[in-house]
Nanobody
Framework: QVQLVESGGGLVQAGGSLRLSCAAS????????MGWFRQAPGKEREFVAA????????YYGNSVKGRFTISRDNAKNTVYLQMNSLKPEDTAVYYC?????????????????WGQGTQVTVSS
């Protein structure tokens, strides 16, 4: 079992930055691929970013490439999502997820553990 708790969401103006954190507890954190997903009202859940166990491999969704950065600190059992140059269309609930594998995946169906989500609202 893995428990995930996100934090760092909030209200920010367009062009601003936020850093989300996801603290994990339970099984060995370093054994998991970690991902961030988001879901806006009336829309499907969307892949944002993922990172392998060492942090050496990262994937990003096309809409956030060049603006968002995923990283992890295995000593702190925490994964981060640095979000820069935020746009109103980034407004969504952001979820942290864990996938017990060495293979990074962008598909939400592969992630077995999810946090409760944190709201990010970007005003224009």
């Amino acid at each position: 079992q893995v428990q995930l708790v996100e934090s760092g969401g909030g209200l920010v103006q367009a062009g601003g930055s936020l850093r989300l954190s996801c603290a994990a507890s339970g099984r060995t954190f370093s054994g998991y691929v970690m991902g961030w997903f988001r879901q806006a009202p009336g829309k499907e859940r969307e892949f944002v970013a993922a990172i392998n166990w060492s942090g050496g491999i990262t994937y990003y969704g096309n809409s956030v490439k060049g603006r968002f950065t995923i990283s992890r600190d295995n000593a702190k059992n925490t994964v981060y999502l640095q979000m820069n140059s935020l746009k109103p269309e980034d407004t969504a609930v952001y979820y942290c997820a864990a996938h017990l594998s060495v293979v990074v995946t962008t598909s939400a169906t592969n992630y077995g553990y999810w946090g409760q989500g944190t709201q990010v609202t970007v005003s224009s």
